[in-house]
Structure formats: C-alpha cells, structure tokens
C-alpha cells in the first residue's frame, strides 16, 4: 500500500503518520497520496504534526485529524505539509477526531503548503431558554479575551451533550446554586462570572464591558480544568 522510491514516496492505502507524538516527517522527493490512503496528523496546544515534503505532492484520500496531549485552541492554525515544489489536488475526506465542541475548518491549500485551523461551535447553538442563553453569549464574546483561554478551552472539551448543565451551573439565577456544599470551582464561575455581570448577561444596559472584561479575568483566575467544570456541571444538574 506504500511504495517507496529514491524520490518518489505513494502511499496507495497505508497510514503516514509524521512525527513520535508530535514531530515531523522529512520525505526527500515526490509525496502522492491515492484516494485510500491516510495522512494521520496530531495536533497540541500550539503546535502539530508536519509532512515535510523536498518535492511536489499530490493529495487525494483521507486527512486525520486528533489531539495529542492538551487539546488545541480555537482560532489556532497549524501547518502541516510543506513542499519544496507544488501542492496538487485536495484530501477527499476529513476524519476530524477532535473532542468536545472543537473542530477542524475546511482545509487551507497553498501553492506549496497545506494548513488547518481549529474552530469551535458557539456555545449559544447549544443553549436553551432563558437560564442558558445569556451564559452562553456571554462565554461566546469572551472567546477571544486575554487570559481567558483555560476557562473557555475547558468548557470547549466538554462532550456537547453536557454543555446546557454546565452553562445553567453558570448562571447565579439557578435554584440550587448554592446547594453544592464547599467552596468549589462550581461556586467560584457561578459567582464571579454569574454575580458580577448578572445585569449585563440579563439584558441590562448599564453593564457595560468594563463588567464583562471584570467577569472575564475573574473567571479565568480559577483555571478551571475540563474535569472540574464537568463536575460542577454534573453536580448542579
């Protein structure tokens, strides 16, 4: 399924997979993917795999796509082939394994390079009602705040089906918000990030951002992991 050449490298049905964990692959020559093979790429917190080819490829087949150690940010872009020579054709199938609500964008194809960017369905496509829906635009306009990354990746690795729990457990509004027993991660985002910007996440017009930045960098004080959040999730539901 794999034929190797001085410069010549086809994978006809096999697996490359660049990199020990993360890393690159150098291929001197030609690279040719047929419409069975598959190009397995890892992706990390800032970096990925690379294909590293010192001639032209020649794409078709599958594109695997998954996370290796911290899972990826949304917005972030890694290139993951490059040539010496030229970029031809396109992967006829993305196999996306990333967690939670991450994603990856339709792939980015260059004279010579070929790139991904992860993506992230909006936490508001998930909510529902009157308790949920203000949480969830409020975490989608504070995606791209400074310092906010680890609290918003972490609510982003959570399984889909867990996000409604975890955004009504956010909203100071919840009836049993104060029944979780011990000063928990579940208190400190109900709190910091449902008491301070209640009005603003409510509709009110004298919030403002200030309150909305202040709830932001309080909120990604906790440094909540994706396990703790699915707790307190669980826990308010």
């Known amino acids: 399924n794999i034929v190797s050449a001085a410069d010549y490298f086809c994978n006809f049905g096999g ?18 993917q047929g419409v069975s093979g598959l190009l397995d790429i890892e992706v990390t917190n800032g970096s990925a795999d690379l294909l590293a080819v010192t001639g032209n490829a020649t794409l078709a087949g599958t594109l695997q796509v998954k996370q290796f150690g911290a899972a990826p940010l949304d917005g972030q ?108 991660i579940g208190d400190v985002l109900r709190e910091q990030l449902g008491r301070r910007s209640y009005d603003l996440l409510g509709g009110s017009a004298s919030g403002g951002m200030a309150q909305l930045n202040m709830a932001g960098a309080q909120l990604a004080s906790a440094d909540p992991t994706a396990e703790m959040l699915a707790s307190a999730a669980l826990a308010a539901a």
């Open 15 to 32: 697996t490359v997979a660049p990199g020990n964990s993360i890393g690159t692959l150098t291929l001197t020559g030609d690279y040719e």
């Open 77 to 184: 872009i890694f290139t993951i082939l490059t040539t010496g020579g030229t970029v031809t054709g396109t992967f006829g199938a993305i196999d996306d394994q990333l967690p939670g609500l991450l994603f990856v964008k339709p792939v980015i194809y260059g004279a010579n390079f070929v790139q991904i960017e992860i993506d992230a369905t909006s936490f508001s496509l998930l909510a529902d009602g009157p308790v949920q829906e203000p949480v969830a635009a409020a975490l989608d306009a504070l995606g791209g705040t400074p310092g906010m990354s680890a609290a918003i990746g972490g609510l982003q690795m959570l399984d889909p089906s867990l996000i409604p729990a975890a955004l009504e457990a956010l909203n100071p509004t919840r009836a049993n918000a104060q029944a979780v027993a011990g000063f928990t």
